[in-house]
């Protein structure tokens, strides 16, 4: 009888931890969006951005910029 209640004892005690342990892992591992601005320059006229798309890039007075829908 002893061992029954020491067994049955130590099945909820992990149980109990280990339902806490969840919530815990669960709240830590919300993904967060981040803004995503700029660029990088791979080649003359590509670059790509945050997200790791290539976009076309246009070079104007000097610096490249995001090349629009009209050009």
Do not use: P, W
């Not at 002893?2 to 931890?17: D, E, F, H, S, Y």
């Not at 591992?29 to 951005?49: F, L, P, Q, R, W």
């Not at 798309?53 to 910029?65: A, M, Q, S, Y």
């Amino acid at each position: 009888m002893k061992r029954l209640l020491l067994v049955v004892g130590v099945v909820l005690t992990i149980g109990i931890l280990g339902t806490g342990f969840v919530r815990k892992g669960s709240a830590e591992n919300a993904v967060h969006k981040k803004s995503c601005t700029g660029y990088v320059v791979i080649e003359v006229d590509k670059g790509i951005d945050c997200n790791g798309d290539t976009i076309r890039l246009v070079k104007k007075h000097g610096f490249f910029e995001v090349a629009s829908a009209q050009d």
